[in-house]
């Protein structure tokens, strides 16, 4: 079981935030951490990392406790078996792809782990390229792959795919998600978008001003499960205009933009920002190859 | 026999730059890493004092040196008897002179060149395991060798330049504290201008070629990074 206890004071944009979490969350599984930024987020990753210390707390990993403000005990980042992807990658541009993982690497003996993980992020034929000559999505794949090359017993994700446009994003999230399970990792991924969260996520905390305002499945927490519809989807409000007696809403979701008629009623809840489920029963969906 | 004193006076003048770039080095790498790490409120005060041979005459820290480590004086006296080292008048003198006086010449591009690191990378190699020393080494100082670059080349240049502060601190000792700058003013002062001219063309075409060799290395260390 993994625990966490953490208190700290935050500076915020508008001042002092106090973040106070508490939480348990299980191995093998993929968590993520959800809200907007300024909510905590990456502050609570480098908290287990060992980058930041809270002012009181618990972390317990895997059954090691890792830090306890009670028993004076705080692992330094060095003796916490963690793979860290940072959001700008942080790759070591005077090392190659294959010098950056094989720093990474406790024992020289094992080089060959480094050539196994090198195969299965399909990296083998960059293993020679300096960072800088690589696109954005081939940075982050050398990131995780480095993550992983020491074993972790949590993999900790820092909004490692925001940079990267729609498709590379959603080829990542396919890739992070197979090596995820197939190294069966416990993983904390920190997330502000919605699709995202519902693909990736096994389990969701979602944070608001430094506290867990809700937790469960990405269905529990996005659900809207009053209805109970054939096609669901989340997305954010872009625009309402009137036409004539109805309204026309258009809402983006994914990275299409669908128009839906309303009424000045139902209209009244709603406001650009805003994020909401769209969902429909009664029509037959009909497809067209494209 | 002029071909001789100035061979001397050549070599006296390199031997000083080069102790006092590799000192330089190893004092100016810690010190420059700390300024650009620590947030600690005292850091504008040991800014200031890195920062100072850069604004004061030279004559004045001569000055103050010689007074210091004046074996008259408590310090002085105490090198003297314990570590039997004299540095008024003396070549160690120079060094410890020339280090202070060139002492932010290494440590701000050294200090500048850490701080513009992307703060990320060395955490990243301590989720990695890795140790600060280890860090520093492995990843911090290779990711600055265009600073470490100018930093030594600039030290160098400027000891082979320095005048006030050895006037004061050596003297003019042929073999023990005459170097290339104060040769040139002694024979001036006696009227030998063309041996004063074989100094000062020595010097600067020396100059012209360390310049132009680092930035000549630099622009290749950036345009290497950024392909």
Known sequence: MNELILSKDLRGANGIIPLEINTTFNRGELTVLFGKSGAGKSTILKMIAGLLEPTDGKIVIEDEVWYDSSKKINLPPQKRKIGFVFQDYALFPN?????????????????????????VTELAN?????????????????????????????????????????????KLQDELLKIQRYFNLTTILVSHDIGEVYKLAQFVLELADGKIIKKGTPNEIFGGSKISGKFKFSGEIVNIV??????????????????????????????????????????NPIITPI | MIEESFMQTMSLTFKLAGITTLFLLIIGIPLGYSLAMTKNRLKPV?????????????????????????????????????????????????VVASIIFSLPFMVHPIQ?????????????????????????????????????LT????????????FGVVLMMGGNIPGETRVASIAIYDEVESLNYSAANQYALTLFLISFAILLSVYAINKHFLKAELS
């Open chain 2, 46 to 94: 040991l800014e200031a004092i890195v920062s100072m041979p850069l604004v004061l005459p030279p004559s004045v820290l001569g000055f103050y040196m010689l007074v210091f480590f004046s074996p008259k004086n408590a310090f002085g006296q105490w090198l003297d008897e314990t570590l039997d080292l004299r540095l008024v008048f003396s070549f160690e003198g120079l």
């Open chain 1, 126 to 170: 960059l293993a020679n390229e300096k960072p800088d000559a690589l696109s954005g999505g081939q940075k982050q794949r050398v990131a995780l792959a480095r993550a992983l090359v020491r074993e972790p017993k949590i993999l900790l994700l820092d909004e490692p795919l925001s940079a990267l446009d729609f498709a590379m994003r959603t």
């Open chain 1, 242 to 283: 009137q036409s004539d007696i109805v309204f026309v809403v258009s809402i983006l979701v994914g990275q299409n933009v669908v128009k839906v008629v309303s009424t000045q009623e139902e209209v009244r809840n709603l406001k650009i920002g805003q994020k909401v489920t769209l969902a429909s029963k009664a029509f």
């Open chain 1, 95 to 119: 090392m190659t792809v294959r010098q950056n993982l094989l720093y990474a690497l406790d024992d020289r003996k094992k080089a060959s782990k480094v050539d196994e993980i090198l195969h």
């Open chain 2, 151 to 162: 930093g030594i080349v600039i030290s160098f240049a400027h000891t082979v330049g320095e």
């Open chain 2, 112 to 148: 500048s060149g850490f701080a513009a690191l992307p703060k990320n990378i060395a955490q990243a190699a301590y989720t990695l395991g890795k140790s600060k020393t280890n860090v520093i080494f492995r990843v911090l100082l290779p990711n600055i060798r265009p600073s470490l």
